[in-house]
């Protein structure tokens, strides 16, 4: 109960409040805020905070998620590229709620984590609603700062987010499903309707768990090359798993890659779509086993 009334304190109306400031939602910056305080709600009970937790949330908006989630952790640090926003949820914020926040304006796919990481002298968990055109660079992002962070739970584009879970053999499963779930445990959480956002998006939306202290259960013994072979078999989708390595990998010959795909058990035939995780850990192992792919 003591949680549900600080989501719907948490709650804002994005219209009035921008309207009072005489600003409009840019849509260059993915500005669709969130409004349905059963979803701010749901988020924060399958986020599991706790008080000695330091959260980055990504794109802090109007304080949706902001101000709901502070009483739950120990600092959150709010990334925004929108000054004026800062502006606005500064004013919101109570002395004790701004002692527990460091904002930062700016873009976050320059934020440094590790400073973070150092600063508190712990794993840091993420949160966000994205702005969907910074999904992919956003994601590589995570992946490289891997080591410093704890779990993130992330809103994505509802095919976006399908695209990150998908399993062989489904039309969605790609590259970035295989390279993600590498490095991260993911779990779909909720499904939103694009009518908890002002203004309304086109799509739905999708919030997911990425678990990096969970990353998959075998490793690449050089995983530079496990993601170009991942990416390099996906580079021609419609042709056979031969054809897009050939196409893919410079280096090596037509001959060489059938040879390794023979040696793993892999029909040339196939299609990258259908090979799994430990098929691509594999394959990347053996084609180039003394080498790291140029
Ligand atoms: N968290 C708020 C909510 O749920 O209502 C706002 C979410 S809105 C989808 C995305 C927010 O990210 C916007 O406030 C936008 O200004 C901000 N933003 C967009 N690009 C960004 C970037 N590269 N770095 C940091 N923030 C960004």
């Known amino acids: 109960m003591a949680q549900i009334k600080k989501v719907n304190q948490g709650l804002i109306v994005s219209k009035a409040l921008l309207r009072k400031s005489g600003i409009r939602p840019r849509k260059r910056l993915g500005q669709n805020f969130l409004e349905d305080p059963a979803v701010i709600e749901k988020i924060i009970a399958h986020a599991g905070f706790d008080k000695n937790d330091v959260v980055i949330e990504i794109g802090s908006g109007l304080g949706a998620l902001t101000i709901p989630i502070l009483p739950y952790i ?6 925004e590229k929108d000054l004026l926003l800062i502006t606005i949820l500064k004013e919101r914020l109570s002395l004790k709620e701004k002692g527990k926040m460091t904002f930062i304006s700016g873009d976050v796919l320059k934020l440094d984590f590790k400073e973070i990481y150092d600063k508190f002298s712990k794993k840091i968990r993420i949160v966000g609603n994205l702005p969907y055109n910074i999904s992919s660079p956003f994601l590589e992002k995570l992946i490289i700062n891997r080591n410093y962070i704890k779990n993130a739970i992330l809103m994505f584009q509802y095919e976006f987010a399908q695209r990150l879970t998908a ?8 590259a970035l499903s295989v390279i993600s779930q590498y490095y991260a445990r993911i779990s779909p959480l909720i499904k939103i309707k694009r009518d908890a956002f002002y203004p309304k998006p086109k799509v739905d939306s999708m919030v997911l768990e990425m678990d990096f202290t969970k990353p998959y259960l075998h490793q690449a013994e050089n995983e530079v090359n496990f993601r170009k072979t991942v990416r390099a078999a996906f580079s021609c989708r419609r042709k056979t798993i031969l054809n897009s390595l050939e196409r893919g990998i410079v280096f090596a010959s037509r001959e060489m890659i059938a040879k390794a795909l023979t040696k793993c058990l892999i029909d040339p035939k196939r299609r990258a779509e259908t090979l799994t995780i ?6 990347s192992s ?3 086993s003394d080498k790291t792919i140029p």
């Open 286 to 288: 053996i084609l180039m």
């Open 74 to 79: 120990h600092h959150l640090v709010a990334t």
């Open 278 to 283: 430990d098929e691509y850990i594999h394959l």
């Open 167 to 174: 399993k062989p053999k489904n039309k969605e499963y790609g």
